[in-house]
Every structure is written in structure tokens, then in C-alpha cells.
């Protein structure tokens, strides 16, 4: 396998090869026991960089993760988290119990906190070490995620809605023993530094939007003027050092916004637009649809009705 871009877990282990049916559809979140799945060790990953956060939880397990050529062991109650971006490959030696959370950005925007960034800086991290846990802090992590592993594999309408609350709470203890005096700027190269400032930047950008609306075009311009860099060098930067280009960031960031609105009925698809920035409504129609696969009214009407 090349070091392609992955888009969720379900084409992470097709492209490794390993059949997996217990995941489910693809639907910006997912939750396993990674056991199942690997049962041939050693076991080492090829490179590649997933589109998407993940949570380990190695309960009983022997392994490591290499990312952007940075070695991190992990070993019995670690917490490993990464987020979009990194190229990366993980082995394993000994693998007893172990939990991988993944969901992407459109499920914490739709499901937990429509300011999750805000709330949980830790998140736009690009590289922490694993963190290790006693034995009382990880019995108290593995109720939460064992709770949201029950829901996810319910038939319940209001499932994702569960999850995501469950998620919150998880979120808040894993920054309670991990990262309470987390801050996303830290030393380190050059890059990581610029990638990070962009992210807090396009973060809060839309989160103006939701609060205040923006009326004006989103400009790639405006991110490298808040770094005072010229708009290529960091195009190239971000695109370098996470894979994706500054405009798939933004579109991305931009539908996940846009949603959040939709689902307030207070709002017109007019207003939104304005919000938005786009002069014509049937501008933003066409922009949520080229981005999304629907119109934002069969959006709204789909999932909101």
C-alpha cells in the first residue's frame, strides 16, 4: 500500500488486505476492537495518512506508531490520539485488548460541539506522545468508551445523538489525564507551527460565522495574511505537512459550518447564504451540493425534518 490519503477505517483495512465486516457503513464514526481485526503478529502497517481523528485505547498490548518519523511506544493503558494529516504506520508485537475510535470532523461538528476546538484545543495537535494511565484513570476511560461501543452497535434512531454525548464526556476525561494544560502552539519546527496557526485560524473563522455570520467571501488570502506569509508558501506548507490543500480544508470547514445551520430552522437556506458569504443563494446551493452531494434543502429536509 502506498502512502495514499485514507478516508475512513472500513478503506484503511481494505487497502491492508484484512477483511472487516463488524465497523458498519461508513458514517463519520466508527468504534472497534482491534484484535478482531489484527490477529497476526507482529504486525506492521504500511505508510499512509488517514483523513480522519483517532482515539487508541491500549488496554493490554505491546506496540508502537511512527509519525512524520517520530517513534512513540505503546504499551498496557496507554491513550494514543492523532488527528488528519500525518503520514504514519503503527505495528504491533503483543495485542490483547485494544480500542480504536475514529470520526471525522463532520460528526464532532453534527453530534457533540459545533465549537469542539474551542472546547478541546488538544485536538488540533499534530504530534503528542502517548499517555500513560493508573489503573483506577483507565478503568474510568474504558466504562466511557465501552458504553459508546454498546450504543453504536444499538439499533436505536437517536444513536449517533448517544454517541456523541457519551463522546463528550470521554473527551473531557481524556483531557482531564492527558491534556489539561495543553496549548496548541508549541515549540517545534516551522511547519508544524504554520499548520497548527492555520487550523486555530480556519477554526475560528467559522466558528465568527456561526455566531456573527461573515458576509464576505472565504479567500484563501485572508489565512496567510493572519500568518503573514505569502498565500504559496503556505498553500505549499499545509498541503506538505497534511496531504490536503488549503481549499479542501476550507470546503471542508465550510459544509461542516453550513450544517450546523441547516439544522436551525430559524435560519433561511437566504440567510445562511449571507452568512456564508455568497452574494446569491443559488451560489451557496450549488457550492453545498458540488461539496456535499445534496442541495441544502434536501439536507435540511432529510435530516432535519
Avoid at 40 to 60: A, E, G, I, W
Wanted: glycine share 4%.
Amino acid at each position: 500500500m502506498t502512502a495514499d490519503n485514507i478516508g475512513n477505517l472500513q478503506e484503511f483495512y481494505s487497502k491492508m488486505g484484512i477483511e472487516e465486516k463488524s465497523i458498519g457503513a461508513a458514517q463519520g464514526f466508527t468504534i472497534h476492537r482491534v484484535q478482531h481485526s489484527i490477529k497476526v503478529l507482529p504486525f506492521r502497517s504500511q505508510s499512509f495518512r488517514p483523513d480522519y481523528y483517532n482515539f487508541l485505547f491500549s488496554k493490554d498490548g505491546d506496540g508502537s506508531y511512527t509519525i512524520d518519523e517520530k517513534y512513540f511506544p505503546v504499551n498496557n493503558r496507554t491513550i494514543y490520539f492523532t488527528n488528519p494529516g500525518n503520514f504514519r504506520t503503527f505495528e504491533w508485537a503483543r495485542l490483547s485488548d485494544a480500542c480504536l475510535i475514529t470520526f471525522d470532523e463532520a460528526f464532532l461538528k453534527e453530534y457533540v460541539y459545533a465549537d469542539i476546538f474551542q472546547q478541546f484545543p488538544y485536538l488540533l495537535t499534530e504530534t503528542v506522545r502517548p499517555r500513560t494511565l493508573s489503573t483506577d484513570q483507565y478503568a474510568r476511560v474504558e466504562r466511557l468508551y465501552t458504553l459508546i461501543e454498546t450504543e453504536f452497535m444499538s439499533q436505536s434512531p437517536f444513536r449517533n445523538r448517544i454517541i456523541g454525548s457519551l463522546l463528550v464526556a470521554l473527551l473531557h476525561v481524556v483531557k482531564e489525564y492527558c491534556y489539561l494544560d495543553y496549548n496548541p502552539i508549541y515549540e517545534g519546527n516551522r511547519s508544524s507551527q504554520i499548520v497548527k496557526s492555520f487550523k486555530i485560524d480556519l477554526d475560528g473563522y467559522f466558528r465568527d460565522i456561526l455566531d456573527t455570520g461573515s458576509e464576505q467571501q472565504i479567500r484563501v488570502q485572508y489565512f496567510a495574511d493572519k500568518q503573514n506569509l505569502h498565500v504559496n508558501y503556505l498553500s505549499q506548507v499545509i498541503s506538505n505537512k497534511t496531504g490536503r490543500s488549503m481549499l479542501q480544508w476550507i470546503n471542508e470547514k465550510a459544509i461542516s459550518t453550513a450544517k450546523v445551520l441547516l439544522q436551525d430552522n430559524a435560519f433561511s437556506i437566504k440567510e445562511i447564504s449571507y452568512r456564508m458569504g455568497f452574494v446569491e443563494s443559488a451560489h451557496f446551493s450549488n457550492y453545498f451540493k458540488k461539496h456535499s452531494g445534496e442541495s441544502p434543502a434536501s439536507y435540511r429536509k432529510n435530516h432535519f425534518s
